[in-house]
């Protein structure tokens, strides 16, 4: 290992590279996912994360999809979505815009129900390596002024 080491810095010193010093560009990359994380509502009605293990991060469909079934058994979370249809969420990606189509109607979402799908589509987005300033588009089964709305996570920034 010292032999390769040593004949790697050899090679590159030959090649008239030289070390730099810490340069301040962009975010870290974001490797490899164990899990995906969820956001449910607190007690209190706030928006929390909550680690989900599914052996790798997965798509922000497959992460909508995790998150129309509900909380599961983890204590004190609940949510504000209700959903008693099969979780088929369809994605979109354009430019600075994440367009969500999920298999509700308006009437089936609390105000907190979108900021859970926006948030869980955005944590997806950004540990994949998407922009932080990405807005998402939430669209419903029956189109409404409000899933015309771009809008961002208020406890991502």
Known sequence: M?????LLLLVVAGCGVRPSGVTEHGEAPTG?????T????DDAGGLRPSFRETERLGSVSEALSLLLTGPGTASGQR????SDTTPRV?????AGLVQVVVPLALSEVTPRGIDQIVCTTLAVHVQSGGDRSTKVQ????QPTPESEVERTCPVIS
């Not at 010292?2 to 040593?6: D, N």
């Not at 949510?79 to 209700?82: A, C, D, F, L």
């Not at 369809?90 to 354009?94: A, D, E, G, L, S």
Request: cysteine-free.
């Open 138 to 141: 939430v669209r419903f089964t």
């Open 32 to 36: 490899v996912a164990p899990g995906v």
């Open 2 to 6: 010292r032999l390769l080491t040593a």
């Open 79 to 82: 949510t504000g979505i209700t």
């Open 90 to 94: 369809v994605v979109v990606t354009k």
């Open 38 to 41: 969820l956001y449910f509502l």
